[in-house]
């Protein structure tokens, strides 16, 4: 149902907004714009407001409950829920990067745990993860038929994102050498480059880099502009970055000079 109208007042709007979050628990941008028959930009400050307020708590891409997330990143089951058709559309590109028999290294996140089901049908893949959603997905195919690809798991400290980080986790990547890794973000930006709100996670990426041999970043278009607490990588250090084609012309642009190779992949809206 819509509520096309566009003299709702701020009020009238906020109201809406968290009468959503408390029935499903998480809101989109997206989605409470075409609810509301306003602009994403106008959500956005509500959401602002709402979160200065402490009504709620913001996220890539919407909101959650406060129920939902005590950190500045949600949990790995909050995240899933947002953008599931950008990421759907990253993951088959990042996939299609994929060589058989090559040495694949995955971060946690929920991009690369959709990346990580599209790699179950490449023939003779080694897969390294500090990811234990990854992991779970791995191992399941394993259980299930020959021929799934063969599974390392770093070890180390889990976070609210299900990533195993710190000193185990950053000594075996140490010791490793893959041939791609593929690494999510919690923001990227023209001058502060690859960011996590996670000191840890920041740290433990920072070794999925020094790895490779090359390096791939799947990101979807709310990523952009965001800056975690962290840095981890510069943006020509990436050598190919995987988004959605819901990244503003201005971002590509940036984009597509700093990094190696720049693949926008389309997303279904229909």
């Known amino acids: 149902m819509t509520v096309a109208d566009q003299g709702l007042l701020a009020p009238?709007?906020?109201?809406?907004?968290m009468?959503?979050?408390?029935?499903?628990?998480?809101v989109r941008v997206?989605?409470?714009?075409a609810q509301m028959g306003v602009s994403g930009m106008t959500v956005r400050r509500d959401l602002d407001a709402l979160a200065?307020?402490?009504?709620l708590a913001k996220v890539h891409g919407g909101a959650v409950a406060l129920g939902e997330t005590r950190a500045d990143e949600p949990g790995f089951e909050v995240k899933s829920s947002l953008e599931s058709g950008a990421k759907a559309a990253i993951a088959d590109a990042a996939a299609a990067l994929v060589r058989p028999g090559s040495?694949?290294?995955?971060?946690?996140?929920?991009?690369?745990?959709a990346v990580a089901e599209r790699l179950l049908e490449v023939p003779q893949l080694t897969i390294v993860t500090n990811s234990l959603a990854v992991a779970?997905?791995?191992?399941?195919?394993?259980?299930?038929?020959?021929?799934?690809?063969?599974?390392?798991?770093?070890?180390?400290?889990?976070?609210?994102?299900?990533?195993?980080v710190g000193a185990i986790?950053?000594?075996?990547l140490a010791s490793l050498h893959v041939d791609l890794s593929i690494l999510g973000a919690h923001g990227v930006s023209e001058r502060a480059g690859l960011t996590s709100p996670n000191l840890a996670e920041a740290q433990t990426n920072r070794a999925l880099i020094a790895c490779a041999h090359r390096v791939a970043v799947v990101a979807d278009h709310t990523k952009w502009g965001t800056v975690g607490l962290s840095g981890?990588?510069?943006?020509?250090?990436?050598?190919?970055?995987?988004?959605?084609?819901?990244?503003?012309?201005?971002?590509?642009a940036v984009l597509a000079e700093a990094v190696g190779e720049l693949v926008v992949a389309p997303v279904s809206r229909g």
């Open 12 to 17: 009238q709007r906020r109201a809406l907004i």
């Open 19 to 26: 009468e959503s979050v408390a029935r499903h628990g998480a």
């Open 30 to 33: 997206v989605e409470l714009a």
């Open 52 to 55: 200065r307020e402490g009504a």
């Open 103 to 113: 040495v694949i290294a995955l971060s946690g996140g929920t991009t690369t745990h």
């Open 136 to 164: 779970g997905v791995l191992s399941a195919a394993a259980a299930q038929r020959a021929g799934s690809p063969v599974l390392l798991l770093t070890g180390g400290t889990p976070t609210r994102s299900a990533a195993l």
């Open 169 to 172: 986790a950053d000594q075996v």
């Open 232 to 252: 981890f990588a510069r943006l020509d250090e990436v050598d190919c970055f995987v988004t959605d084609d819901g990244l503003p012309a201005q971002a590509r």
